[in-house]
């Protein structure tokens, strides 16, 4: 019998007899181990650190008082299944047009040291993540300045141009806002370069875990539940409020609270959505605490598969009229494709339907870097994504 001639490791290896087919068998076996470490050692110290750390201990016990906590997890106020269709249907989808534009997002490189600390205005860095100064304070919200929002670098990376601030481009900030866990909301990198310059940590209960596990002192972070309220000085105060979401960084779900939040500054009100499906929370906001002067509602990667925890760019249309809005900044878009729509459907969308309106919302629509001036009630911006391929 002919045995055939292979290569292994480069050079080449016959296989002529029972001995060496015996070595070779062990040179396959140690090579699967040793894939086997390295895999277990990339996980270990690349991806491990960046799931963060579940509530446990006297922590778990904490939170787990929380009305909105069944005694395993926490619950959306109305029933809110993840997805509509099966698992083979969603990932089966056809997308609708280009995911990814195929030039540059335009962006404005504006220096934030450079702003005036007394002026009350907001910029957006793309997706989730802007900059706010409201009453000489500053705060950040869902920061995600890597240029992918994944566990792992080759995935779900951002658009080109979209990357153009990063965390050296931020000054001290007071406030670090975080609406919930996932990954494109809180970011592993991020945070942990912002540290030194971080005063306070806001986010909803359980998230806090996380941080302590990335070198944040649990005496610096102000976890809150639904529905609390929070004193930051003398003249801004912050209201934690639903979400219809999810949350999670790793298998285990709904372990930590997802939510929305309002600051109070002066006669200034900015409400932030986080991610949301459309529900009766936002009439319900909109009732106790508007009218709002600005809204930053999600319009984003949404789809008729989990159309309860997205919402339709009609449907936050509807969410900025519910809670007697002045402004909506559309958010969620621009920087990451994580469903099968265009890239710019959402802004297409949502300024279409906006038109067809009889008393229309006002919608402004900054390019990542744009400032927005909170006072200025005349201000407007271009439909930027109309001059993207």
Known sequence: ?????????????KISNRNDRKKMKKKIIMSVVVLLVVFVGFISCA???????????????EISLSPNYDGR????????????????KMFSQPSHGKQKPKGAIPAVNTDLFALDPQEDLLIWFGHSSCFLQLKEKRFLIDPVFSAY?????????????????????????????ITHDHWDHLDYNTVRELRSQT??????????????????????????????TATLDASIEIHCLPARH????????????????????????????GDSGYDTHFAEIGKR????????????????????????????????????????????????????????E???????GNDTLANPQRLLTPRIGEIVLLKDTTQSFSRWWEEVE
């Open 346 to 352: 959402p802004l297409r969308r949502i300024t279409a």
């Open 149 to 177: 929002a994944s566990p792992v670098s080759f995935a779900n990376r951002a658009f080109e141009g979209t990357d153009t601030y990063k965390s050296e481009d931020i000054p001290d900030i007071d406030y670090l806002i």
């Open 289 to 344: 605490l508007g009218p709002i002067d600005f809204a930053l509602l999600e319009n984003g990667q949404y789809n008729t598969s989990w159309k309860y925890i997205h919402m339709q760019p009609e449907e936050t249309l509807q969410a900025g009229i519910d809670l007697r809005t002045r402004l909506i900044i559309p958010m969620h878009n621009s920087k990451f494709s994580m469903s099968s729509h265009k890239w710019d």
């Open 73 to 88: 997890k926490f619950q959306n106020i109305n029933p809110t299944p993840m997805r509509t269709e099966s698992i083979w």
């Open 1 to 13: 019998m002919d045995f055939p001639t292979l290569r292994w490791w480069g050079s080449p290896f």
């Open 246 to 273: 999810s949350s999670g960084r790793g298998l285990r779900h709904k372990k930590t609270l997802w939510a929305s939040f309002l600051l109070k500054g002066g006669t200034q009100t900015v409400f932030v959505s």
């Open 47 to 61: 991806i491990l650190p960046r799931l963060g750390s579940l509530p446990k201990g006297k922590h778990l016990e």
């Open 199 to 228: 005063g306070k940590v806001i986010c909803p209960l359980g998230v806090s875990g996380h941080f302590v596990r990335w070198g944040y002192d649990a005496s610096d972070i102000i976890e809150m539940d639904w529905n609390d």
